[in-house]
């Protein structure tokens, strides 16, 4: 067994067509709750958390924006962890 810290996962974002709707299922079929909403020049979006671990469902406004996936790209964008 290694003494070596473990990293941790902070955050899992998903890039998706309705941050709302997409949220509306989350909540009710795995009671996540609704901890901010984003509404920037980037991207808008919905944060949910289970109270450890922390997903954000974001629609991105420009392809450039989304980094490299495409603003109409639908799927994991990231995932985030602390080290």
Not at 14 to 38: I, N, Q
């Amino acid at each position: 067994m290694s003494d070596k810290p473990k990293g941790r996962i902070r955050h899992v974002a998903m890039s998706v067509a309705d941050p709302w709707e997409t949220a509306a299922f989350y909540k009710d079929s795995l009671g996540l709750d609704e901890v901010a909403e984003l509404d920037g020049p980037l991207a808008e979006g919905v944060f949910l958390t289970d109270g450890v671990v922390n997903l954000a469902l974001l629609h991105f406004k420009s392809d450039e924006a989304a980094q490299g996936t495409g603003k109409d790209f639908v799927g994991l964008h990231h995932i985030g962890f602390w080290v």
